[in-house]
Nanobody, 123 residues
Framework: QVLLVESGGGLVQAGGSLRLSCAASTRTFSTYTMGWFRQAPGKEREFVAA????????LYGDSVKGRFTISRDNAKSAAYLQMNSLKPEDTAVYYC????????????????WGQGTQVTVSS
């Protein structure tokens, strides 16, 4: 069992930046691919980004490419999502997730999920 806790969400103006963190409670964090997903009210869950266990493979959703950067620190058992040039359409609850195996963009392939952190971008 892996407990994931997100933090760093909040209210920001359009064009601003936020950095989300995901702390994992496992000694084997370095064996997990980490992903970030988001869900806005009334919309389906959307893939944001994923990073392989060693950090060598990065995936991004089309809507965030060039603006968001995923990273991880295996020594701290943490993953991060740096979000720049935020837009009102980025408003959502952001979730981190973990899975063993290759980086994937499909939510059901992730076994463990955090409780989410709200990001609100005002226009």
């Amino acid at each position: 069992q892996v407990l994931l806790v997100e933090s760093g969400g909040g209210l920001v103006q359009a064009g601003g930046s936020l950095r989300l963190s995901c702390a994992a409670s496992t000694r084997t964090f370095s064996t997990y691919t980490m992903g970030w997903f988001r869900q806005a009210p009334g919309k389906e869950r959307e893939f944001v980004a994923a990073i392989s266990s060693g950090g060598g493979i990065l995936l991004y959703g089309d809507s965030v490419k060039g603006r968001f950067t995923i990273s991880r620190d295996n020594a701290k058992s943490a993953a991060y999502l740096q979000m720049n040039s935020l837009k009102p359409e980025d408003t959502a609850v952001y979730y981190c997730a973990a899975r063993h195996g290759a980086a994937r963009s499909v939510g059901y392939e992730y076994n463990f999920w955090g409780q989410g952190t709200q990001v609100t971008v005002s226009s």
